[in-house]
């Protein structure tokens, strides 16, 4: 997960490190939004979190950003919250 520059807000990176090292100048994010994590089990396409920050990331608005969008590296996400945001993902897009 890294810190956003241009929002309070953080981005968990989902796209595949092939595509993270062709240097496009570019990441595929899903938008994690700071505060108290929504449970798990309440919300069909949200993941709730509290490593490496307190949020919820929320996988239906995913999309690309510029690089240049963020700042620094806040730490890995837990594995069960990849999991969870995977299983969306894929429910999103039809896979």
């Known amino acids: 997960m890294w810190a956003r520059a241009d929002a309070p807000a953080h981005a968990l990176i989902v796209s595949a490190d092939l595509y993270n090292n062709a240097n496009t ?24 979190i509290t490593v490496p920050v307190s949020g919820t990331v929320l ?31 894929r429910r999103l897009l039809g896979h």
Request: proline share 15%; with cysteine; glycine share 10%.
């Open 59 to 89: 996988p239906e608005l995913v999309a690309w950003m510029p690089t240049s969008g963020l700042s620094h590296r806040l730490g890995a996400v837990p594995p069960e919250a990849w999991q969870r945001a995977d299983q969306v993902l």
């Open 25 to 48: 100048g570019r990441v595929v994010v899903c938008p994690v939004v700071p505060g108290e994590p929504l449970p798990f089990d309440n919300h069909a396409a949200d993941v709730g």
